[in-house]
């Protein structure tokens, strides 16, 4: 601790000693940071940096917004509580304090499970303990950062490649992710069009349409779903074209609904505007849990029913994939 500090106790720090060691836990977050500029601008700093020394340097926790708002607006002191913490405090407090504001995305939790267990050596137990979690929420979270291969996990870490690309990327084995990367940076896929690549890779029956997935991305998904419109899909009957198309309206929606509310949307809504939509906002919530339950029991039947078909076709699930995996 740094002499004459007492621990707990904010005070002014410069903004050129504050380390980031821990920042790789957090997933890089541009509008947040924007919006947090304007905010500090504005109000200034409301509430203190959290971190804790490491060699004499006051290693931040919680605050990397305000840290790098700080540095675009040219400020050169910022306000820093430190705490008394070794390496496996100093990870449960930044899953925790993050936890009091927004929640840490879940792969933001998963890279500090993921360094709690592989880089510190607990069991997932204690992880579990430490974090006051179940052990199976530690477990998942570990497969997540694992089930990724190590290209799209930097460029996660480094905000090159979207969450919601990385959700459609886990769905493929680590050894085919790579080439998947690949072809999303050539074609300049979105987040969208990666999804749907991904479910043609894991339908396709050989190699020769995988490459042709992988060398075409677009006229590949062009003819599976005719230009400006949904699938109509030969293997599929009316009434199965008909839920496609209704899966691909919402899911395109939804994804649009939770980049909304994981950037600056939110912050656009007037006193008013959040007075008049709560009851609509209620009713999503409620429908969604409600779509998402029956949903859930709808692939308990399929995968039952799966597991006792027998001469399934081959597909990418032999060379090492569930496809019931998910995040």
Known sequence: MAEGYDAGAARPWAVTQLGERYRRYRLPDPPAEAAMAQSL???????PL?????????EVLDGFKRLAAARVLGLTVLSVRLLDADERAAKAALYGLNCAGRRPRDWEEAWIVYALVREDGLPQL???DLLGRHKSWVCRRLALIEKLADEAREDLRLGLLSVTAA?????????????????????????TELDGVVELLRAAPGRVQEEFIL?????ALRQARHEGGWPQDPRLSRAGNRLARRLGQLLEGLTRMETWLRTTGRAELSSADRGLLEATLARLAQAAQGVALLTEDLLGELRHERAHASGDRPSLACRGLDPADGP
């Open 50 to 58: 959290v971190a804790c020394l490491r060699e004499e340097t006051p």
């Open 167 to 191: 959700r459609s990327l886990v769905r493929l084995p680590a050894g085919n992710q790579p080439e998947v990367l690949a072809a999303m940076r050539r074609a300049g896929l979105t987040a």
């Open 126 to 128: 204690e992880v579990a």
């Open 215 to 219: 060398t075409q991305p677009r006229q």
């Open 41 to 47: 601008r504005r109000y200034g700093q409301l509430a």
